[in-house]
């Protein structure tokens, strides 16, 4: 019998992140707890009402993620019952030919793969000071995964679009709970001619599993997560941005940087598209106590649709910087791997910096960039050891 147990750890983020419990989290529970959810071991439960699971930092060592250890970001609840030979897809509003497609007919377009590092934009918000109300991500709400499936263009072009659909907006099968507005956003219909932009239906080779999405999501590559709708049902083209409000107040970015803990009016802010750039350590894990000589600091980094250029390590609290080493796999969206081989012989605490910089010139600042929803943060990542 395999004795193996499967199960998630539950411990709230920001209490991992600082050691602090936090007041704003009254859905949190008290200690940490163990839940049965096969193939997701060791896995860290963020709420259990709509599944949110968090991968743990030790986790970025594949530059794959393993379907059970890649996130879960749920609104709402995941539909009940999917029958794939019932699913279909729609397509309509501004096309010239309405269609609608079962899985048997999106299996016969040409299938292209992406190697998608996904991210959702309130990752790392139990990381903001102040603190910001919503799902206390500590620093995996992010992963990569092979992304397969048709190309969104394909279906569109057989929809035939009018030059008035500007927005292409996308409707999970999500089980709406009471009066809660559903899980509906659109995205310009540049990126989804993009060729890049997928209607996916598989992820690492094997069919999407249902955290995840079966049997098709959207993929917008290097956008927030958000924008690549699961369980997708129908694709509507726009005249405009969908009104709603996944798409305001939600996921939007203030105009000007906003002075910590302030408001900022809709009306001054704009949607979030692609990702920062940014990385993150994963081991030593933060608190580790490591014996002198040798020790690999090792992380992953990315940049939403640009490149990572250099990843910059730190040992001395940020005094001096040296570059680390890149990863071989690489591929445009994805996160990269990297390792900083590092020898102390002088026991003590250190702390330890990674600063990611990417194609377009980006660097992760020290100080995040503080807004009103905890989106994107990407501050210069740290974790705080002990050599032995
Ligand atoms: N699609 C639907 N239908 N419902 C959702 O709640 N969550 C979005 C996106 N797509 C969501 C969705 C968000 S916020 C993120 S970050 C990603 O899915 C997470 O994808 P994953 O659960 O496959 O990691």
Redesign the pocket.
Known sequence: MNSRRDFLRYASAAALATGATPSLLTWAFPQEQSVDVPGEDGMLLRSFR?VDIETPVEYFNTWLTPVPH???????YEPVQLDANEWRLSIGGEVEKPITLSLADLSKLETHSVVNT?????NGRSLHRPQVPGIQWGKG?V?TARFSGPRMRDVLHRAAVKPSGKHVMFR???EVPGKVPP?IRSIPIEKALDSDTLIATHMNGQPLTK???FPA?ALAPGW???A?????TEIKLLDAEFAGNFMSPAYRWPNQPVKPGDAVKPEDTHPLTALSVKSVIAGPTDGASVSSGKIIVHGAAWAGEADITKVEISTDNGATWTPAKLGHDQSRYAWRLWTYDWKTTKPGDYTLQSRATDSKGRTQPSTPEWNPSGYLYNAIDQVKIHVA
């Open positions: 709509f890649f996130f879960v970001r749920n609104h709402m996904l991210e959702c934009a309130g709400a992963s999970g099968l999500d899980f955290h995840h999405g999501r927030i997560g958000a690549s709708c699961k369980w997708l």
